[in-house]
């Protein structure tokens, strides 16, 4: 009776840790339905275009969102509001070292480090790494069970993108280019 009492409670135990420390598990993203545009101001006007996640999942504890990992292609930075060659010098001076560098950083990554749900979505924070350089980044999320959206706006010198800055060069004038880009994201599980 014993033996059978001492088993009973090494399966509740077992049990019950199972319950309390669960493994998040990977929601892959599929890269392919997914979109990332993105936006650059400078005096006169601005610039949009496109660039494709190479992979990505986010990590779900139940429904909570507590984790994630995604890696951006550097290399098919697309511009969508011009066309011919002003389009693919554009494209060119984006991929150079003036700017994204991509021969040497053919990609960039963004780490999900924490996840607070709210009454909106989350409130997310990770690490972003362009170009070489990792910085903390925190943005709102909002988040279905087929897809994520968000909408982040980052500075780029804090990722020694400083071409045409006002903040680091003088005599600018209508060639300044604003320091943050825009990226809507859209990610389809």
Do not use: C
């Given at each position: 009776m014993k033996t059978?009492?001492?088993?009973?409670i090494i399966a509740v135990v077992v049990t019950?840790?199972?319950f309390t420390n669960s493994v998040p598990m990977k929601k892959k993203i599929d890269v392919k339905e997914s979109t990332i545009e993105w936006k650059g101001k400078k005096?006169?006007?601005?610039?949009?275009?496109?660039?494709?996640?190479?992979?990505?999942?986010?990590e779900m504890d139940g429904d909570q969102l507590v984790g994630g990992m995604f890696t951006v292609d550097m290399t098919t930075i697309n511009v969508t509001d011009l066309e011919g060659d002003n389009k693919a010098k554009l494209e060119g001076h984006l991929k150079s070292d003036d700017f994204f560098g991509v021969a040497n950083h053919p990609t960039a990554t963004l780490n999900i480090?924490?996840?607070?749900?709210?009454?909106?979505?989350?409130?997310?924070?990770?690490?972003?790494t362009i170009k070489g350089t990792t910085e903390e980044?925190?943005?709102?999320?909002?988040?279905?069970?087929?897809?994520?959206?968000?909408?982040i706006k980052i500075d780029r010198t804090k990722f020694g993108v400083?071409?045409?800055s006002g903040s680091f060069f003088d005599n600018l004038g209508d060639n300044t280019i604003s320091d943050k880009f825009e990226l809507d994201v859209t990610l389809k599980f």
């Amino acid at each position: 009776m014993k033996t059978i009492k001492s088993l009973a409670i090494i399966a509740v135990v077992v049990t019950a840790s199972a319950f309390t420390n669960s493994v998040p598990m990977k929601k892959k993203i599929d890269v392919k339905e997914s979109t990332i545009e993105w936006k650059g101001k400078k005096v006169l006007g601005s610039h949009t275009g496109t660039i494709q996640l190479k992979d990505g999942y986010l990590e779900m504890d139940g429904d909570q969102l507590v984790g994630g990992m995604f890696t951006v292609d550097m290399t098919t930075i697309n511009v969508t509001d011009l066309e011919g060659d002003n389009k693919a010098k554009l494209e060119g001076h984006l991929k150079s070292d003036d700017f994204f560098g991509v021969a040497n950083h053919p990609t960039a990554t963004l780490n999900i480090t924490s996840a607070t749900k709210n009454s909106d979505g989350y409130v997310v924070s990770g690490d972003i790494t362009i170009k070489g350089t990792t910085e903390e980044i925190t943005f709102d999320m909002d988040m279905t069970d087929e897809m994520a959206t968000t909408s982040i706006k980052i500075d780029r010198t804090k990722f020694g993108v400083r071409y045409g800055s006002g903040s680091f060069f003088d005599n600018l004038g209508d060639n300044t280019i604003s320091d943050k880009f825009e990226l809507d994201v859209t990610l389809k599980f």
